[in-house]
């Protein structure tokens, strides 16, 4: 039954598959890359019929967007065009230029001339792209200059002083049909409403209405406590607690608040309760709401004065306190503020009656930003007095100060433009300082919560680098360099989206930032070689590959097939390194290539360098070259017994820059190669391995020497250090005052027995020659002064100065 039932569907899908390869086979790259530009040259034409000196700054931005979108796509068009080209010379060279006076086939004839066509079209396809892709960038510029220069004129706009007579009497002059005009806007609004509730439109009005509250209510209480619940009961780690519950808490005072407004609008204009004139202040009345409920928001979820464990910045809680009422005073100056924006931009008004607004709005902002530096000033002083002297927060105090007054600095040319008729410069100025202020503490929240939140999750002892480490056999380290770096990554972007947010509510003239990166995306020339980020992550992961490969071959060959020979141990290290830094060395010649350097540039690159490394890095080459000498001729091995100096030790690593050897109390002597390869050194374990022990003492004339030679033979044969080939030997050195001179000599099985072995045969050689009744000592000596009287006995120096 059930083959039954999937036999037909298996026959369908197969024939819609060939169906859809042979479609994909019947589509035209060129064909299709042509009509694309001819539809990008289209939206071009209605870009530039639709600008003009009359259009706005919503309608430009809105065009500058489609005309570098245009630019795009030419872009890729060209991209695609040009990859058929490459197609095309090829085919053609396939068949062979032209010989002269050699007929050719009708076929071949037919296929050369129906190439030249294509590449024809093709060629004249691409430099249609390219001129389009210039036109549409051109188009932009204008459209952004257009902006800039907009956004200059507006703020160089003088009105006559409010402190004068100049300004209001023009205003209390056109009052009257000012009030007309604004009773006749709200009277829009008003009519709209009713005849909205007369069709029918009073329920999805009141329904928006419902959900808002209930959005605004319960619903946001209870994903607040749903948040701190699953934080403080199921979250890892005390950082990622504080900084995900002010995350989580800020989101949801931020989009909760704005989507209850969202639905409210929507209930009204469901309900056809929103006139036409009104339809721009509810799409204001939806930007105030999510700004005030940004402020808001961030303002509890950074002060936390219910619980000051959980605050992220370093405040005391009376500051906390004292700062969190003027973040609801700063909501309210937002909502404020953009109402009056919107009224002045939806009624048209007289230029007094503007200004008024732009002036209101002005002073909220200004009286808004004075509270709050008034209010700071009290609290750094009551700090700074409470503080010691040698308090370590005078620094943080500094940046505070410094940006306080930065502010004051602000503000006084705010008051000072509204005071002198630049009402727009000044509105421009005490908006500002409340956006950058809102752009700041956002920011902050998202550093540290980004830093927080991947230093946990990639942290060397999670969950997730367990799983690495025992899934991939990655090295815990990585995980968490990985997850340091992406912190670092992701800080950035935000740090440069910042940027870009600070004056784009005001229209500035700042260049649009995510125009600049799409450019650099694309990749920057330097010489003839272009670098893109694709182009670096590519020869990144090329390297990391290139680098994984190396090293799992050093594995193996140090582990597996090195073993299995019969080098000893400096000859199996001398390979491992060598074979190490060749696969090194061509690890990054592929991520060069990679990269787009050839190499013929990379041989240039050295040349240029040649006089550098000659130079500056002459010690470096040196050591380096010193290093491949004893890794290929080996006169130092690993495991050798050398003597350096006044140091003798184990020789442990030979690497291609030093040596390193461990000296007897255990410390690493590292030695430059090139110090090994031009100077002297003892290497005790070169030709034989076997230690010799050297024993110097004397006996009294007349004491029994074949006694004190078989004491002496059967120490060393009863020790089980001393080798018996070669045998130990015992020989009589010399005979001088009244005493006989011996010199031993011992074998042990390596230079490293010889100090503690010596030590021994001397214990016992000091126990067993006494209990023979036999006196071991060295000749006693005399010292005395030629040609004056001895004052004393033999062996007593004379202390009389020399005859004269």
Not at 1 to 10: K, N, S, T
Not at 85 to 107: H, M, S, Y
Request: with cysteine.
């Amino acid at each position: 039954m059930r083959l039954r039932f999937f036999l037909p569907l298996l026959c369908l899908l197969a024939v819609t598959s060939t169906a859809t390869q042979v479609a994909a086979q019947d589509v035209d790259p060129i064909e299709t890359a042509t009509t694309a530009l001819d539809k990008a040259s289209d939206e071009f034409r209605a870009i530039d019929a639709a600008y003009n000196d009359r259009t706005d700054a919503a309608q430009a931005h809105a065009l500058q967007n489609r005309a570098a979108a245009v630019k795009q796509s030419s872009a890729d068009q060209v991209a695609a065009l040009s990859t058929q080209l490459q197609l095309i010379d090829a085919r053609v060279a396939q068949i062979g230029p032209v010989t002269p006076g050699l007929v050719e086939a009708p076929d071949i004839r037919a296929q050369r001339k129906l190439l030249a066509q294509q590449r024809s079209t093709v060629d004249s396809a691409i430099k249609r792209g390219k001129l389009l892709g210039t036109e549409a960038d051109q188009l932009a510029t204008e459209i952004s200059q257009a902006q800039a220069n907009a956004f200059s004129e507006r703020m160089s706009v003088r009105v006559p002083s409010p402190l004068t007579s100049g300004f209001w009497g023009p205003f209390l002059a056109s009052f009257p049909r000012d009030s007309s005009l604004l009773s006749g806007f709200l009277k829009t609004e008003i009519d709209a409403i009713a005849g909205g509730a007369r069709r029918g439109g009073l329920l999805p009005a009141l329904a928006g209405l419902i959900i808002a509250l209930v959005l605004i209510g319960p619903v946001r209480i209870s994903l607040r406590a749903v948040g701190r619940r699953y934080v403080i009961e199921r979250a890892p780690g005390s950082r990622i607690r504080r900084s995900g519950l002010a995350l989580w808490l800020t989101v949801v005072g931020t989009l909760v608040p704005w989507l209850a407004a969202t639905v409210f609008v929507n209930g009204l204009q469901a309900g056809e309760m929103i006139a036409k004139e009104w339809e721009k202040l509810a799409g204001g009345f939806q930007i105030a709401c999510l700004i005030a409920a940004l402020i808001s928001a961030l303002g509890g979820a950074l002060l936390q004065r219910h619980q000051p464990s959980w605050r992220l910045i370093a405040i005391s809680d009376e500051t906390a306190n004292r700062l969190r009422p003027w973040t609801f005073v700063a909501s309210g100056v937002t909502m404020v503020s953009f109402g009056l924006l919107a009224i002045r931009d939806g009624v048209s008004t007289s230029w007094s009656a503007q200004a008024m607004a732009d002036g209101l709005s002005t002073a909220l902002y200004l009286a808004l930003v004075l509270g709050i530096l008034i209010g700071g000033a009290r609290i750094r002083a009551q700090i700074i007095r409470a503080a010691s002297a040698e308090d370590d927060t005078r620094g943080d105090q500094s940046v505070i100060a410094f940006l306080s007054l930065a502010t004051w600095a602000i503000v006084a040319v705010s008051l000072v433009s509204l005071a002198t008729g630049y009402v727009a410069f000044g509105h421009f100025l005490s908006r500002i300082i409340v956006w950058v202020a809102v752009v700041a503490s956002t920011l902050y929240l998202g550093l540290v919560s980004v830093d927080d939140i991947f230093s946990t999750l990639f942290r060397r002892d999670g969950r997730l680098a367990d799983a690495f480490y025992h899934g991939f056999g990655v090295r815990r380290s990585l995980i968490d360099q990985f997850g340091v770096a992406l912190s670092a990554l992701i800080r950035l972007m935000l740090i440069l989206i910042a940027a870009g947010l600070v004056l784009f509510p005001f229209g500035s003239n700042i260049p649009s930032l995510f125009g600049q990166l799409g450019t650099i995306a694309k990749g920057v020339t330097i010489g003839q070689v272009t670098v893109s980020p694709g182009a670096i992550l590519r020869a990144v992961a090329v390297l990391l590959v290139g680098m994984s490969v190396v090293r799992g071959f050093q594995k193996w060959l140090t582990g597996r097939y090195l073993p299995a020979t019969e080098l000893d141990a400096g000859a199996r290290n001398s390979i491992a390194m060598v074979a190490r830094y060749t696969g090194l060395i061509l690890a990054v010649l592929w991520a060069m290539a990679s990269l787009g350097i050839g190499i013929e540039r990379i041989a240039l690159l050295l040349s240029a360098l040649s006089v550098g490394i000659g130079f500056g890095l002459q010690a470096i080459t040196q050591n380096f070259v010193s290093g491949l000498i004893l890794l290929a001729e080996r006169p130092v091995k690993i495991g050798d017994w050398v003597v350096i100096g006044d140091q003798e030790g184990d020789v442990k690593k030979i690497s291609v820059r030093a040596t390193e050897i461990q000296i007897a109390d255990r410390s690493t002597l590292i030695v430059p190669n090139s110090e090994l390869i031009t100077k002297s050194i003892l290497n005790k374990t070169m030709a034989d391995a076997i230690g010799r022990i050297q024993l110097q003492f004397s006996v009294p004339l007349g004491s029994d020497i074949n006694q004190v030679r078989g004491i002496v033979m059967a120490i060393h044969e009863e020790h089980p250090a001393v080798l018996d080939d070669p045998k130990p030997s015992l020989f009589i050195d010399s005979i001088a005052d009244g005493r006989v001179n011996f010199n031993g000599f011992a074998y042990v099985a390596s230079p490293r027995l010889v100090y503690g072995t010596r030590s021994e045969i001397w214990f016992r050689l000091l126990t067993d020659l006494p209990d023979a009744g036999i006196e071991l000592g060295t000749t006693p000596q005399q010292v005395q002064w030629i040609g004056a009287p001895a004052t004393g006995a033999e062996g007593v120096i004379g202390t009389s100065p020399p005859a004269e």
